[in-house]
Structure formats: C-alpha cells, structure tokens
C-alpha cells in the first residue's frame, strides 16, 4: 500500500473543551484530544512500518533477521515489514551485535514457554515502545555477568526440576 505525504496543522487546541482543530490543505475538521493520541499513535506506526532507503542497513537487517530465524527456529521472510523494525533501530545508531544479543537473550527466556515463545519475532523484539527494556536487559549482563549466570542456573533448575551444574555441563537429581 502506498502512502501519500498529508501535511496537517494544528490550529486550536482548547484545554476546557478537549478539542483538537486541524487544517490540511484541503479541509479543516474538529477532534477530540483522545482521537488526536489515537492518531498520532497511527502516525508513527505508519512511519515506523517504512523499509530503509538505505542497501546496506537492509542488508544488516537481513542478517539479523537470518540471525533470529535461526537463533529461534523461525521462518520470518525477508519482507519490508520485517525488516523496517530492524532498519529503524540500525538507523538510530544501535549496533548489530547489540541487536543480536537481545535475540539471545530473549530467545533463552521465551523459547521452551508456549506462551511467550510466538514474541521471538521482529516487530516485538524491535518494536520501539519495548526495545530500550530489551536492550537494558543486555546491558544488566554485560555490567553484571555472574548475577545473569546464577538467574540463569535458577532457571534451568526450575526448567529441569534437577540441579544443573555448569562447571560439570550436567545435571544431577535435585
């Protein structure tokens, strides 16, 4: 689907009442101050969804997109909407490795749970409201690996439900 640029001004906004008067080129309508959230919401998605103009992001962002297919088990084609959640974040100067490590992470904690296991995908793992959470995470075990060692020895013995010894690389009866 093709979009066409719409440039639209806001021309009063009044607090008491709670609407919104826009003006575009050729028209000028009235909302309220919740459908304006609504829209501008619908705004940023839209231009969110845009693929990069630029080859060599979208050409990092195949990789990335092949490293999650791979790290994860999945089959998420080369498509512009995969690749646009991937792009925008190259395009705001993130790092690949970066990138790559939430899938890791993410992949660890989502993968064996049904539940959360159908987020291992791009627009979650990318999307802009969650990816500073995500890349946080990255940086808690980066700052602190032991600590990430022993949640991650935790969780594998309540996974198991037997005792996992990594120095040993097996398990003994809980």
């Avoid at 909302?31 to 609504?38: A, Y």
């Amino acid at each position: 689907m093709k979009h066409s640029e719409v440039k639209i001004k806001i021309v009063e906004c009044n607090v008491k009442t709670n609407l919104v008067v826009l003006q575009t080129n050729s028209a000028t309508f009235t909302i309220t101050s919740k459908e304006m959230v609504e829209f501008l919401k619908t705004a940023s998605e839209i231009k969110e969804k845009k693929p990069s103009k630029n080859p060599i992001l979208n050409e990092i962002a195949s990789e990335i997109l092949e490293y999650l297919n791979l790290t994860c088990n999945r089959k998420f084609p080369v498509t512009d909407n995969n690749l646009s959640f991937i792009s925008a974040r190259l395009s705001e100067g993130e790092k690949p490795e970066l990138l790559k490590q939430i899938i890791d992470i993410k992949s660890w904690a989502w993968k064996n749970d049904y539940s959360m296991r159908k987020y291992l995908r791009p627009e979650t793992l990318f999307n802009p409201t969650k990816f500073q959470s995500y890349k946080q995470e990255v940086l808690d075990v980066i700052a602190d690996p032991q600590q990430f060692k022993k949640y991650v020895k935790a969780k594998e013995d309540e996974r198991t439900g037997k005792e996992y010894d990594p120095l040993d690389s097996g398990y003994s009866q809980k």
